[in-house]
Nanobody, 132 residues
Framework: EVQLVESGGGLVQAGGSLRLSCAASGFTFDDYAIGWFRQAPGKEREGVSCLKISDGSTHYADSVKGRFTISRDNAKNTVYLQLNSLKPEDTAVYYC?????????????????????????WGQGTQVTVSS
């Protein structure tokens, strides 16, 4: 059974930091890219960051570039999203998702990493709230 389990969300003041984790199981980790998305109340879901497990290539949305960092621990089948310099507008439910990229030609994260339709599996989400 495929599972993606997010953790690490919480309430933090503006300027603070959080680290989100996405623990994956039930599929071959190296054949996938992991994306982080977020959705704030009343807004569309937004792609935040992407990491292709096999080669470590990454991509970030302009709104988080320089503040968020995506990384992986292959031994733990876990992808992390470090959130620094948080702003109230970062408040949202954050989801991780997995996309099979073994047959994808090109740079997945760069070209399709922020497109939710490419992703096969989703976690349940973790709430991040940033107070001003």
């Amino acid at each position: 059974e495929v599972q993606l389990v997010e953790s690490g969300g919480g309430l933090v003041q503006a300027g603070g930091s959080l680290r989100l984790s996405c623990a994956a199981s039930g599929f071959t980790f190296d054949d996938y890219a992991i994306g982080w998305f977020r959705q704030a109340p009343g807004k569309e879901r937004e792609g935040v960051s992407c990491l292709k497990i096999s080669d470590g290539s990454t991509h970030y949305a302009d709104s988080v570039k320089g503040r968020f960092t995506i990384s992986r621990d292959n031994a733990k089948n876990t992808v992390y999203l470090q959130l620094n310099s948080l702003k109230p507008e970062d408040t949202a439910v954050y989801y991780c998702a997995a996309a099979s990229v073994s047959a994808y030609f090109g740079s997945f994260c760069q070209t399709s990493g922020g497109v939710s339709e490419w992703y096969d599996y989703w976690g349940q989400g973790t709430q991040v709230t940033v107070s001003s």
